[in-house]
């Protein structure tokens, strides 16, 4: 569900290493000579894995060249010299890396992850030498020093700004003593965050159950069974069934068995993990972490770690956060409650004779959906053939925009399972191309993700096109069968294809985008709104033998299931997102207890016993890869797609004006300008909280 953004301006300060430049060899390098390919798209066909690393090298020999230039420039610094010039600074960099990354995860290797290895210290030490270069620093403080009186528009101030808080932020502004300190936290802050990941990692795969009796496995279906069988298999417990903690195996079992006491040891295998007082435990790499962070963030100036990363964010504050997750966790804990009581009914009226704890909730909420809904998800995927659910997506974009999507065969790809289209406005406008890899390989991380093989800028006054990817692990066709989604799967690929519109519409003058964490999800999150409305169906969810357009009264089981147990859902991740704005609101976790903080503030906020945070403190890994102080960026995204939504439903479905209210100021300008300002251009106010109150039925 990510973006993927490769910005090789500021990445964060990890090693130093001496950047040695072997003799590249250029000769035959096709990343150093023009493509000859159609619209520039990259050569796959010609690119081999001993070409990245010299264009790589030469690329950061350029941009080293590149700022060099800029810091010797005898003339005084303005916004062209300095600031624009820094933007475009690092071209070549750029684009091998786009590809580089984007391969890595699409289409790798060990022989890739090596390169990648061997890459990451020469492009630390390249990223250095920019971010604490003092002379470019100088220069750029310098235009901003004088901001108020030059003559910028919102998008030249909005680079502006963001440029000069990027040095400052990763501490440009520090004397010598107190940039070595930085880079000391830094160095035992990125390992010990390592460290913790590999903690959860080894804690996930030595926690297992292991059953030997084959009435334990009463109420599991023949796939589940199957799967713990192989699991067994690959344990040497042979003959046996192992249930893990990973996810796709404890929910299953936790959901259909019968077996209380099995549910309870399989549920401790994953919210144990990380906090079973051994050399795996978590909490004291925790906690020396957060006081890293305070350090650090006291260093250049913020009270708390959640101030310094707030800051660019659209939320602004820990306190526009915290009140923000407050307006939810009230009406939802509420619903919990409901929940949880009709289920100990349940349990009552079974003469179960306990009371309902957190390793039951699987159990009967699987029961309860059962008894009320009676909804197969099976019975979806006949109307969702891959090829309607892509060309539904298409005809959405084309009644809302108008754009056209053709299918080019002759654009080089990685890999020949990969699909590409030229994307065109009405009038023929070239907008950018999209490549979409729909299907699981080894060679290929799991999930789905949408990303950019190349951005969009301006060069001499002309737009140079953005190539956009979508990529998934979607059902495969069989010999007999073709790809037919889930619903899950349906919402996912709208999903990606949302973020995908978002690159191909973007129309920035520069190369820069600054996109905070908490407003990215909007153009994915809003996609999928259309795809259950009985208008949309009728273009595209048509049944893959008969054609026959999804029954009505499908749809209205699956919206009414929709709001089934959300009292659950959004407390068990409201209160992992309490959990970590907490720990990064301290302002000392010298003397903390992690256990008694964490128990703490879940019975400040009241939450019953029945459910545990989504993710608890030993093994909460967002917050050390990227989401510190920012797991609440997915709700909050919901609040704006929600929002934004209704702007369709006050108007119709698939309203040109507000199509194009949406993209002008949505889609083509997020993070060339500041996020709330934009959303206001586009509904004439603030975000309002109702939307998404009432999507989770908690109105
Ligand atoms: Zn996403």
């Known amino acids: 569900m990510d973006k993927r953004n490769i910005s090789l301006h500021f990445v964060q300060v990890l090693l130093l290493a001496a950047l040695c430049l072997p003799l590249a060899a250029v000769e035959g390098n096709p990343f150093l000579s023009p493509y000859k390919t159609p619209f520039d798209t990259p050569p796959f066909d010609r690119i081999q894995l001993a070409h990245y690393l010299p264009a790589m090298q030469e690329g950061m020999k350029r941009q080293q060249a590149e700022i060099d230039a800029i810091t010797a420039n005898p003339k005084p610094p303005t916004f ?116 913790f990941g590999d903690n959860v990692l080894a804690e996930t795969n030595s926690s297992f159950i ?112 915290r009140s923000f997750l407050m307006r939810l966790w009230t009406p939802s804990l509420e619903r919990a409650k409901g929940e949880a009581a009709e289920m100990q009914k349940l349990i009552d009226g079974e003469n179960g004779g306990f009371k309902l704890a957190s390793w039951d909730w699987w159990y009967y909420a699987e029961k309860l959906r059962k008894a009320k809904y009676d909804l197969d998800d099976s019975a979806l995927r006949p109307y969702f053939k891959l090829e309607n659910v892509q060309q539904g997506m298409f005809t959405l974009a084309e009644k809302l925009w108008g754009l056209k999507f053709v ?169 992992s997102c309490f959990l970590d704005m907490a720990w990064h609101s301290l302002e000392s976790a010298l003397d903390v207890n992690v256990t008694r903080f964490e128990n703490k503030l879940m019975a400040d906020l009241g939450l019953i016993p029945e459910i545990l945070p989504r993710w608890k403190s030993p093994y909460f890994t967002h917050i050390h890869s990227g989401y510190e102080a920012g797991y609440y960026s997915y709700i909050w995204s919901e609040q704006l797609d929600c929002d934004a939504f209704e702007a369709f439903k006050e108007t119709s479905l698939f309203d040109r004006k507000t199509a194009a209210l949406f993209r002008k100021n949505i889609l083509a300008k997020s993070g060339t300008e500041d996020p709330m300002t934009l959303y206001k251009r586009f509904r004439g106010r603030e975000p309002r909280i109702e939307p998404l109150l009432k999507k989770r039925g908690l109105l």
């Open 210 to 321: 292991v059953i030997d009796n084959k009435d334990d496995l009463a109420g599991l279906s023949d796939g589940i069974i199957a799967e713990a069988a192989a699991t067994a298999k690959t344990r040497n417990l042979e003959g046996k069934w192992v249930f893990t903690a990973q996810k796709t195996s404890w929910i299953p079992f936790l959901q259909y068995s019968p077996k209380r006491s099995l549910r309870e040891a399989l549920f401790a295998c994953f919210f144990m993990r990380g906090d079973r007082d051994n050399d795996k435990d978590n909490k004291a790499v925790l906690q020396r972490l957060l006081v890293l962070r305070e350090e650090r963030y006291r260093l250049l100036g913020y009270k708390t770690p959640a101030d310094y990363y707030l800051e660019p964010r659209m939320a602004k504050t820990p306190e526009n956060v």
């Open 80 to 195: 062209e010299n300095t600031i624009v010039a820094f933007d475009m600074s690092g071209q070549l960099l750029g684009d091998v890396g786009s590809i580089f990354y984007a391969l890595l995860e699409a289409a790798t290797s060990q022989p890739m992850q090596d390169v990648a290895n061997e890459l990451a210290p020469l492009l630390s030490a390249h990223n250095d030498n920019i971010n604490l270069n003092d002379k470019l620093f100088a220069r750029v403080k310098a235009v901003y020093d004088r901001r108020a009186l030059l003559k910028l528009d919102a998008a030249q101030r909005y680079l502006l700004e963001n440029i000069y808080r990027g040095f400052v932020r990763s501490g440009a502004q520090l004397d010598e003593k107190q940039k070595a300190r930085l880079r000391e936290i830094n160095k035992e802050h990125s390992l010990l965050a390592l460290k």
């Open 407 to 575: 299918a080019r065969k002759d654009i080089p790809v990685y890999d020949p399972e990969v699909r590409v289209a030229e994307v065109r406005e009405g009038d023929g406008t070239l907008l950018g191309i999209l490549y979409m890899d729909f299907f699981p390989r080894d060679n290929k991380r799991g999930g789905a993700w949408s990303g950019t093989l190349r951005g969009t800028f301006y060069k001499d006054g002309k737009r140079v096109v953005p190539f956009a990817t979508l990529n998934g692990n979607f059902t495969k066709p069989t010999a007999g069968t073709p790809s037919l989604l889930s619903l899950d799967e349906v919402l996912t690929s709208f999903h990606e294809f949302g973020h995908a519109l978002n690159w191909l519409f973007t129309d920035s003058r520069y190369r820069s985008n600054f996109a905070p964490q908490d407003s990215v999800e909007l153009p994915s999150q809003m996609m999928e709104h259309w795809v259950l409305e009985p208008e949309m169906l009728k273009l595209y969810a048509k049944h893959y033998q008969t054609g026959e357009v999804i029954p009505a009264e499908l749809v209205e089981k699956l919206k009414r299931s929709s709001l089934f147990n959300q009292g659950f859902v959004t407390v068990e991740f409201l209160a």
